[in-house]
């Protein structure tokens, strides 16, 4: 069997990236070891930015279809509401999703899934992989099929979406350094009788542990998280179910019953991530490149973007248009954006259950009393969405990145969210190709471009042309007209307060050299 990609794994991350090279005309196999997508949970908080990506293929609006939008998060001490954050007013303006879509992970998967096998593809499950060798010319990949049989796949890349315990990032001799947190976590998918309303996330603030209650579809559904305290001593295979409701009622302090469990799991939580992202024509993304703890809901997010990453830099090689130097940068950009993850789960992580004297009086005492009033000041909600969100997520140290004259927006940042006459600028955005805007003011002649960009980049580049209006000036902090050049991946690779065509040349002479 031949083709162009590999993709080893069909959890979130493989079937992701499978729909962007559907996107992208690339040609993959995709197979799986298990029988099937999962039918549980597990991941369940979706983020702003990954529905902007599905809303580039088609699948936002079937996703958020099938999932809930938690409008506020309540604050609970010793049983008490203490404090609510509106989580609608946060992300106002800033995404056309301003909010974290909850959606089980088994729901999620069925999408993609669909989409691949809409798009003629399928995952061939219960297919392991079982040694690969890389040298210049390609890959040799041997699989067991779900009938015992040993074949062999020739391909140009493998991308190992294979999950924590990884067998390409081991066969690849890749470190995954790090740390365990000591303690253990559980999550439990039930249904609960009490007096809280559905429309809300619940977060039990207490000295030693976290505990949150997460609305999911269904009445009276609830995905609840949480950790033992430290000092609870015993392995995750030791722990009964009635061991973790006795937690949740100690920890909640409230008068809950719950009615069902549908799914439990008590896992131990690492923080690790790989020293490299690829290896040869080897790549890693989603939990085989980094895991750490589920505050915050990030890990399947980012996994998703990895491969949003890597997918147009595999496209522009095959088309012949750049050199393979382009795949380092998949390491460069998404190596940074782990590390700086990893730090900012751990702290998140210490803020809401560490047992430190002052961040547990801090956690039960000051913050809820505080936090609805915090989260309504503007600079707040723009230094918190964008984190948790992944709006906020830049390539600004990036070798793809040129900015060329002051602006507020950075090469290197997502294009930012607005809308032109009423429409969403996003709209303008679907194609997978780079894309060239030009913001004029009106003053002097409006862009001519060269037939170059007219007839031979006309594959993979489309042309925009936009007046400058007033908010558009406001948010890229221009006064004049100015050219932006989008990646496929809608990050800004060049932005130049200039409109200068022999300029984008020189940037895409440096791009696909
Ligand atoms: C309780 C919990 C809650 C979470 N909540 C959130 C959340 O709300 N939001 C969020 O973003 N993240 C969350 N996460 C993290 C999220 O679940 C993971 O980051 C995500 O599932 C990783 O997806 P993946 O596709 O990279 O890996 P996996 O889901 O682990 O998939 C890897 C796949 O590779 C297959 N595989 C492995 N080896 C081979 C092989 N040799 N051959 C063939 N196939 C192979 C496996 O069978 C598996 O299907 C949560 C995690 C947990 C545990």
Redesign the pocket.
């Known amino acids: 069997m031949k083709t162009n990609v590999i993709i080893?794994?069909?959890?979130?991350?493989?079937?992701a990236l499978a729909c962007q090279f559907i996107r992208f005309r690339v040609d993959f196999v995709i197979?799986?070891?298990?029988e099937a997508i999962?039918p549980h949970s597990?991941?369940?908080?979706?983020?702003a930015r990954t529905l902007e990506i599905y809303e580039q293929i088609g699948l936002a609006d079937d996703l958020i279809a099938q999932g809930a939008i938690a409008e506020k998060a309540r604050m609970i001490v010793s049983g008490e509401v203490r404090g609510e954050i509106e989580f609608g007013e946060l992300g106002k303006d800033l995404s056309p999703y301003p909010f974290v879509l909850i959606v089980e992970?088994g729901k999620h998967e069925k999408i993609l899934y669909d989409f691949i096998k809409a798009n003629g593809k399928d995952v061939q499950w219960q297919?392991?992989?079982?040694d690969f060798t890389q040298d210049d010319g390609g890959i040799k990949a041997n699989?067991k099929t779900a009938n015992s049989e040993t074949e062999e796949i020739e391909a140009k890349f493998l991308v190992g979406?294979?999950?924590?315990?990884?067998?390409?990032r081991h066969a690849l001799g890749l470190k995954f350094e790090g740390s365990t947190f000591e303690r253990l976590?559980y999550?439990a998918d039930v249904e609960i009788d009490w007096k809280f309303s559905h429309d809300s996330l619940h977060v039990c603030l207490s000295k030693n542990t976290l505990l949150a209650f997460f609305p999911m579809v269904g009445e009276n559904r609830w995905r609840i998280?949480g950790t033992f305290p430290e000092e609870f001593a015993k392995d995750e295979g030791d722990i009964l179910y009635e061991e973790i409701e006795e937690q949740i009622k100690k920890d909640a302090e409230l008068n809950l019953d719950i009615t069902k469990v549908n799914w439990f799991?008590v896992?131990k939580v690492h923080t690790r991530h790989v020293n490299r992202f690829s290896e040869g024509r080897c790549f890693l993304?989603?939990?085989?490149a980094h895991?750490h703890t589920?505050a915050g809901?990030?890990?399947?997010?980012?996994?998703i973007q990895d491969g949003y990453n890597l997918a147009w830099k595999i496209w522009l090689i095959l088309q012949a248009k750049a050199s393979e130097k382009i795949l380092e940068t998949y390491n460069e950009e998404r190596l940074e954006n782990a590390e700086n993850l990893l730090k900012t789960t751990d702290r998140f992580f210490n803020l809401v259950a560490s047992p430190d004297i002052f961040l547990a009086y801090f956690r039960t005492h000051i913050f809820p009393s505080i936090a609805g009033f915090a989260f309504s000041i503007d600079a707040v909600k723009k230094f918190v969405f964008p984190r948790v969100s992944q709006i906020g997520i830049n390539y600004r140290h990036s070798s793809l990145s040129e900015t060329d004259g002051s602006f507020s927006v950075r090469a290197g940042d997502r294009m930012p969210y607005f809308e032109v006459e009423g429409i969403s600028i996003y709209n303008e955005l679907h194609e997978p190709k780079f894309h060239l805007l030009t913001f004029f003011d009106g003053s002097g002649n409006p862009p001519d471009y060269p037939e170059k960009f007219t007839n031979e980049y006309a594959d993979f580049v489309d042309l925009h042309d936009l007046p400058l209006y007033l908010h558009i000036a406001n948010i890229f902090g221009a006064n004049k007209s100015f050219m932006i050049l989008l990646r496929p991946d809608n990050y800004i690779g060049f932005i130049s307060s200039e409109i200068s065509f022999a300029k984008v040349e020189n940037y895409f002479a440096k791009v696909f050299k």
């Open positions: 080893v794994g069909a959890g979130p991350t493989g079937l197979f799986d070891k298990k999962t597990k991941a369940i908080g979706v983020q992970q297919t392991e992989l079982i699989i979406c294979d999950g924590a315990k990884s067998f390409v976590f999550v998280v799991s896992y993304a989603g939990d085989s895991i589920p809901a990030q890990g399947m997010n980012t996994g």
